[in-house]
DNA sequence: GGAATTTGACCCTA
DNA sequence: TAGGGTCAAATTCC
């Protein structure tokens, strides 16, 4: 199980895993105050961005946590080893005239990277596809990505392939952190639901919503495709599932958000854990209640109320 | 015409 | 030395 080898890693990884979480919980509750606050609601730039905050949050915890857990078909990331040189700088042949690049890489070994799996490739940033390669044993190519803003540096880069057991989805591997502004840009993302972009929750007046669930997930939550095309009648089964889970975990959101009574709504995004992960998760020491039947909610839910508790969530730390 | 993609070559890491 | 990550010229797209 891919585990970081120290105690003392296990630690430093809880501890970021709960700065994370709470993070996210205090930039949650500072958007229900700001929600609920009828002369705060026509500012949009903020809510978004405590919007972007708390889907960060996630991620970043979930990228965290998949370090330390061998989750499905997902395979995660490597722990940084820390200062190896970035580049050689060295060119053996060259024409001449020619500016030479090449080799000023290094294998990709890095803690600032996280696995995600979508029904698109899209993820609302603007990448610039830079390469593909065959790779071996796999029955898909993988293709690399890298910010347009490239040259005024900003250094994420992200690796998609599709998925072996799924090829409907697709695993996209990211690297390094947007340092442009390009994950802010596209107020749609979180004003409109958009297929782009739909993790990111969006909130807008019911009379506007579509109802369709796009969003792709952060590995491990799953998502289906929401196209409904090309599935199998299992898939159909899952699709219907999910949304039903999705319909509890929408009435429980605007709970927690006290969107009920304003009117005022989200467009709901599926955050469903995929049952292979419930597995994983069960396994790995935590269970939720039996009567428990949205376990991406209530799973989340654990992670981030039960924070001094979270030993016995994972008890493998 | 500029931007994006394709693709073969290069070269580092394991 | 094989495999994987990146480069950059050629090609395609808008």
């Known amino acids: 199980m891919g585990c970081l080898g120290t105690e003392n890693l296990h630690a430093e990884t809880k501890r970021l ?24 609601r026509q500012d949009p730039v903020s809510a978004e961005q405590l919007a972007v905050d708390i889907f960060r949050s996630f991620s970043e915890s979930l990228s965290v946590l998949s370090s330390c857990v061998d989750v ?10 820390g200062g190896s040189s970035s580049c050689s700088g060295e060119s053996k042949k060259k024409p001449a005239g020619v500016k030479d690049r090449r080799g000023c890489y290094k294998r990709r070994r890095t803690a600032d990277s996280w696995v995600t799996e979508s029904s698109t490739m899209e993820d609302g940033c603007a990448w610039r596809k830079y390469g593909q390669k065959v790779i071996l044993n796999s029955e898909y190519p993988r293709c690399y990505y890298r910010c347009t803003h490239k040259y005024e540096g900003c250094k994420a880069t ?81 699709l219907s599932d999910d949304q039903a889970k999705s319909s509890l975990l929408q009435d429980q959101w605007q709970e927690f958000m006290g969107l ?6 989200p467009v709901w995004t599926t955050m469903i854990m995929s049952s ?36 016995n969530i994972f008890p493998l730390f």
Do not use: W
């Open 158 to 238: 992200k690796q998609v392939e599709r998925i072996k057991e799924d090829p409907i989805m697709y695993q996209t591997t990211y690297f390094n952190k947007h340092t442009c502004k390009e994950t802010l840009r596209a107020p749609h993302l979180i004003l409109d639901l958009d297929p782009i972009e739909p993790n990111l929750i969006s909130f807008q007046a019911p009379e506007a919503q579509d109802h369709t669930p796009t969003n792709p997930m952060i590995h491990p939550v799953k998502q289906e495709s929401y196209k409904g095309d090309n599935l199998s009648e299992d898939q159909d089964q899952d």
């Open 72 to 81: 499905g078909s997902a395979q995660i990331p490597v722990v940084d080893s």
């Open 17 to 40: 895993m709960v700065v994370e979480l709470l993070k996210g919980r205090d930039t949650a509750t500072r958007l229900r105050a700001l929600l609920q606050d009828p002369r705060r």
């Open 276 to 311: 292979s992960y419930q597995e994983e998760v069960a396994s790995a020491g935590f269970h939720h209640s039996s009567d428990d039947q949205s376990a991406g909610l209530h799973g989340l839910d654990l992670e981030v109320d039960q924070l001094a508790d979270i030993d």
């Open 260 to 265: 009920e009574s304003s009117g005022y709504k």
